[in-house]
């Protein structure tokens, strides 16, 4: 039996009368990689939202490792390891790569709160910052301006800055999102490299992706969750072919 | 906690030459590079070649203070403020009081003004925080036009209308009067200046100043990296205030009186102008825009008293239009210019 890492319980979220989660239970154990998929508007995203913190569910309770933690703001679910990354770069343009990984760094050690002392005095914290951009193949861009890097430097650099808060638990809306094809796989690479001790859930749409690194799959669906099995399971799930993959489903089942 | 961990990245230097790269390249950004060295030695011309003018050094370096202040909250986390005199003025009015109670001690006077200014700023940032663009043009502005009404009405206290009467400032260090020549202002304001300037600037090269300009840059973007964003702008705009409450005090000091314009809007008006003339974002863009500013506004009023701001709108148009990021944003084009040809 291994632990659960995070784990949502009835969640609830509607706007006005649109229903965008309904009753999500999800227990994701400690290690495991786990796909979010489903149709546009599904409500993949919402549901990260709302387990990050950035938006409040109308009901439900969302737990990490055995603590409650729906009514902490976002800043301080990340201080107790659960982190994301946007779909959409969401990065500091003017920052170089280094200093953008050295912030966040800061943040999690609190040196930010230090305002005489220089940046440069924290060493610990750049070669923390260093190293995390040497495993995501990012040091020879690393002192260039964020909006310089190319787009799938930029996706790499959203992750570096997840990294950098010592994830527990890590939520990836579409790491891959407008990379090239070939280039995404490298990236899942990446991802597939991180430690064993991060839980890792994402969203992605590529099904070969999805099949080849998660371990677990979850169809989202109306903002419920229609399924939740090994990709395996998946594949083979009539509902989740009717409603959802139909042609892509049999590409690999062929496959 | 932080100084532990700050004692430990000093004691054990990481041997790896990998990343002292790293280390070299963001040492050299907080070296100081030889405009900035001219700027500081041009500041003591005026003591050799307009002697005359001493008493205007004076003001343009307590102004410029106020400017740079502003830019710690504007230039460095976003924070539109129409109301930055609010601190000015508290400040001003603190080493009024005390001056006029029988403690004239400049340099107490600061040290109170920059706190009682601090004060006020911590506890309006818990708003100031909470809100961003256009409603905090209208909180800040508010706050202010509440805090001068206040006075005005306090007239027991501020003297009102007519401006506090009685302020006399001791010698600095029992030594050094205030002169007529604005001899010893213009050197107890530019040591001031400098002082505050050297604090800023360490400030903007710390772990909490690379968290500011992740907040100019992102704030949205900042929670998800663990920081917590209102605590950032809560911490910067008391110290803002603080520097600002410095200024007031610094021309309460130099001048001997207070008036209510000191928390009027028009000076808030003047320090937002003055800014983003100079170039938001570089420290040096208040220093700058604060000379340019009050020169020409010396220099025009001399030609037509009455007619003077026909002069201020021209430029501010020009240099809006031309350079967006005000005076210093062109001047460093035209070096950088020059060094990569």
Redesign the interface.
Known sequence: MSEIALSVRGLCKSFGSLVVAFDIELNLPAGSRYALIGPNGAGKTTLINLITGMLRPNAGRIVLDGADITGLAPEQRVRRGLVRTFQINALFPHLTALESVTLAVCERTRAVRTFWRKVSAYRHEIDEAYDILAALSLTAVCHRPTRELAYGQQRLLEIALAMAARPKVLLLDEPAAGVPREDSAELFKAIAGLSRDITVLFIEHDMELVFRFASRVIVLVGGRVLVDGTPHEIASDPQVRAVYLGRAMGKVAHG | ??SD??Q???ET??Q?S??SE??D???A??RWRWPEIVFWLATLLPFVLVPSYLVLAAQIAITALFALSLDLILGFCGIVSLGHAAFFGIGAYTAGLLSKWGFGEPLSGLVMAALAAGVFGYATSFIIARFRHLALIMLTLGLALLLQEIANSASWLTGGSDGLQGVHTWPIFGRFRFDLYGYTAYTYSLALLFIVFLFAR??I???????L??IR??A??????????RE?IR?VYT?AAAVAGIAGALLTQTTETVSLEVLGFQRSADVLVMLILGGTGRLYGGLIGAAVYMIARDQFSGLNPQYWYFWIGLILIAVVMMLPNGILGGLSLLLRRRETP
């Open positions: 906690m932080i961990s700050g430990l990245t000093e230097v990481p790896e990998r990343t790293a280390h390249y963001l040492q950004q907080s360490r400030l090269h710390s772990p909490f100043g690379l968290a300009r992740g840059e992102n949205v973007r900042m929670p998800a990296i663990g920081a917590s964003t950032h911490t110290i």
